[in-house]
C-alpha cells in the first residue's frame, strides 16, 4: 500500500492514504499580511478533504480565510485551546486534542503528539499548545508542524515518512523551529525510511525580490542528511509537487 504526498506549499500538505484526504495547515492565499506567495495554489487539488490538521495558532498555520475555503463542515482537528477561535467562526466540527489523543478517520488514525514551539495569536488572542501528527493506516507518516527538537522524537517511530520543517518565510528560522541541521538531527532520532522538506520556500515578505533563503534551505538540509542520517531517502518537492509513500514497516 501507499499514501500520496503533496506538498500544497509551505506547512500545508495533502496526504491521501486508504481513501482518506487529509490537508494539514491550510494556507492558501496568495498573500497573508506582509507575505506574498511565490507560486499559486493549485485550488482543484484541495477538493474532496475529508479532515483538517492544524498544528497551532500562529497566522502561517491557522488561517481563517484558507478555511473558510475548504468550508465549514469539514472535519477540523486543532489543539486543545484552540476551538474557540473556529467555533465563534462557525466551523461545525472541531476537534480539540492533547498530546497522545487519537481520532479515527476511516480506516486512518491521527495521533496528537507533542511539538516544541511556543505559539499564541498576540496578547489577546488564543493561546494553545503546539503539535504534530502521526497519521497511521498502511502507511504510517510524521507531520511535525512547526518544532524544535524534542527528546520524545525517538518514541515516534517506526515512520515510513516524516514531514519536516527546514525554514520559514524570513532570512532566518528563528527560534523553536527546525534549520536544516536541526531537521536532520531529527532524522536521526526519527529513524524515517524517507524524509519530505516542508515550511521553505513558498512566502517572502514583499519587499525581499528574491532572497537566497527561498532556495538554498533545501539544499543544505541535503548536505546535512548526507552527513548526518545517510540512511534515510531524501524528497525534495517542487510546490505542488507529489510523491507516493510506501508501506517499510515489517508487522509480525
Known amino acids: 500500500m501507499s499514501a500520496r504526498i503533496t506538498w500544497v506549499g509551505h506547512s500545508t500538505v495533502l496526504i491521501h492514504l486508504d481513501g482518506v484526504r487529509l490537508l494539514t495547515d491550510p494556507v492558501l492565499r496568495a498573500r497573508l499580511t506582509h507575505l506574498r506567495r511565490v507560486a499559486p495554489v493549485d485550488q482543484s487539488a484541495l477538493r474532496g478533504v475529508d479532515a483538517i490538521l492544524v498544528s497551532h ?16 463542515s469539514v ?18 466540527r472541531v476537534v ?3 498530546v497522545g489523543d ?11 503528539t507533542h511539538a516544541e514551539h ?14 504534530g501528527f502521526v497519521v497511521s493506516g498502511s502507511v504510517r507518516a510524521y507531520f511535525a508542524g512547526d518544532t524544535d527538537l524534542f527528546d520524545g522524537m525517538a518514541s515516534l517511530g517506526p515512520l515510513d515518512g516524516a514531514l519536516l520543517p527546514i525554514w520559514g518565510w524570513g532570512p532566518v528560522a528563528g527560534e523553536g523551529h527546525l534549520d536544516p541541521r536541526k531537521a ?3 532524522l536521526t532520532l526519527l529513524r524515517p525510511a524517507v ?3 516542508i515550511h521553505w520556500g513558498t512566502y517572502r515578505p514583499v519587499h525581499y525580490l528574491s532572497p537566497a533563503w527561498l532556495t538554498e534551505p533545501p539544499e543544505q538540509f541535503r ?19 507529489s510523491t507516493d509513500l510506501e508501506s517499510t514497516i515489517e508487522t509480525c
Do not use: M, N
Not at 75 to 92: T, Y
Not at 223 to 241: D, K, Y
Open 102 to 112: 487519537d481520532v479515527a478517520l476511516g480506516e486512518v488514525t491521527v495521533t496528537a
Open 223 to 241: 548536505r546535512e542528511v548526507a552527513a548526518l542520517a545517510p540512511e534515510v531517502e531524501l524528497r525534495i518537492l517542487p510546490l505542488g509537487g
Open 96 to 98: 480539540e486534542l492533547d
Open 195 to 197: 524524509a519530505i522538506p
Open 75 to 92: 472535519p477540523v482537528l486543532v489543539p486543545r485551546g484552540a476551538g474557540p477561535l473556529l467555533r465563534r467562526r462557525r466551523f461545525e
Open 57 to 72: 495558532v500562529h497566522y502561517d498555520h491557522l488561517d481563517l480565510p484558507s478555511l473558510d475555503r475548504l468550508g465549514r
Open 184 to 186: 536532520a538531527q531529527a
Open 118 to 131: 511556543r505559539a499564541d495569536r498576540g496578547p489577546f488572542g488564543a493561546k494553545a499548545a503546539s503539535l
